[in-house]
């Protein structure tokens, strides 16, 4: 295993731990730190698949991390109308 294997798959640790602890009711999916976990992993995976390239992995973790950059947007306007 190279060092990118290795950064792919605490990649998806991240993203298969944060969607475990979810369905077990230990993080919810509306909180930050849900988010970043989510963040975190397919940004490490996606460092992989620069060298192991595969297109299909690719775009998913592309729109793993859009869609996880809308629920920090969410998170943190939901934030800023709580302080008026």
């Given at each position: ?73 969410k998170i943190l306007r939901k934030g800023k109308n709580n302080?008026?």
């Amino acid at each position: 295993m190279d060092i990118f294997q290795f950064i792919g798959f605490l990649g998806m640790i991240c993203v298969i731990g944060g969607y475990f602890l979810l369905q077990v009711g230990q993080v919810n999916s509306d909180t930050m730190g849900f988010q970043l976990i989510n963040l975190v992993g397919a940004v490490l995976l996606i460092i992989s698949l620069c060298v192991h390239f595969n297109l299909g992995s690719f775009l998913i973790e592309i729109f793993w991390i859009g869609i996880t950059i809308y629920g920090i947007y969410k998170i943190l306007r939901k934030g800023k109308n709580n302080e008026n």
